[in-house]
């Protein structure tokens, strides 16, 4: 199992920025898929999940309303579309799924929202 995140940078709050997960080696059109966010001293959050066919959704209260997580089974992709950011949302951002009864993570792409 591989999980490779990309498009994470410096933007400025209220910017835009959007995160790309791409993953193989296990069956991804029959997973869950999650992004999951860290900042230093604090324990890693769960920002987004969706279900295997895109089915449903969920956000953390946090980022509702401003991020949306999408997938693309045919490119085994999943992404975060982020708007309207804040400089609270700098953070480690990390794409995550569970197979085989095994949490599996990719190894982060740095967001950081400043002035």
């Known amino acids: 199992v591989q999980l490779v995140e990309s498009g994470g940078g410096l933007v400025q709050p209220g910017g835009s920025l959007r995160l790309s997960c791409a993953a193989s080696?296990?069956?991804?059109?029959?997973?869950?898929m999650n992004w999951y966010r860290q900042t230093p001293g604090k324990e890693r959050e769960l920002v987004a999940s969706?279900?295997?066919?895109?089915?449903?959704?969920m956000y953390a209260d946090s980022v509702k309303g401003r991020f949306t997580i999408s997938r693309d089974n045919a490119k085994n992709t999943v992404y975060l579309q982020m708007n309207s950011l804040k400089l609270e949302d700098t953070a480690v951002y990390y794409c995550?799924?569970?197979?085989?009864?095994?949490?599996?993570w990719g190894q982060g792409t740095q967001v950081t929202v400043s002035s």
């Open positions: 080696g296990f069956t991804f059109s029959r997973s869950t």
């Open positions: 995550k799924t569970r197979y085989s009864w095994t949490d599996y």
């Open positions: 969706i279900g295997h066919i895109g089915e449903s959704t």
